[in-house]
């Protein structure tokens, strides 16, 4: 299983952005998708969320500026960002949990995207 994310760039303050990511390859089911971020020196950290049932969560620092949503029939999840700040510079990598299974036994793991850089400048 692969994920590829894109949309990242540099975006003046106030502006948006938005960050796709797809996954590809041997695919049963994907369960959560989601986003973290990692600004330099600093430790990764969860962005949001989205389920399999399309419930979704925010970190607090994001939240009502940032929606997540997903595309089950094309395996992707998107990550809307408005009104961004300087602090939301980071390298923004999405994951899917994914159950690869051949037969009948589960096999699920996490994936990660490689990152895809985010610059807000002030």
């Known amino acids: 299983v692969q994920l590829q994310a894109s949309g990242g760039g540099l975006v003046q303050a106030g502006g948006s952005l938005r960050l796709s990511c797809a996954a590809s390859?041997?695919?049963?089911?994907?369960?959560?998708m989601g986003w973290y971020r990692q600004a330099p020196g600093k430790q990764r950290e969860l962005v949001a969320f989205?389920?399999?049932?399309?419930?979704?969560n925010y970190a607090d620092s994001v939240k009502g500026r940032t929606t997540i949503s997903r595309d089950d029939a094309k395996n992707m999840v998107y990550l809307q960002m408005n009104s961004l700040k300087p602090d939301d510079t980071a390298v923004y990598y999405c994951?899917?949990?994914?159950?690869?299974?051949?037969?009948?036994?589960?096999?699920?793991?996490?994936?990660w995207g490689q990152g895809t850089q985010v610059t807000v400048s002030s």
């Open positions: 390859g041997k695919i049963f089911n994907i369960f959560d």
């Open positions: 989205i389920t399999s049932g399309g419930n979704t």
């Open positions: 994951y899917a949990n994914v159950d690869s299974r051949s037969r009948y036994v589960p096999d699920l793991s996490r994936y």
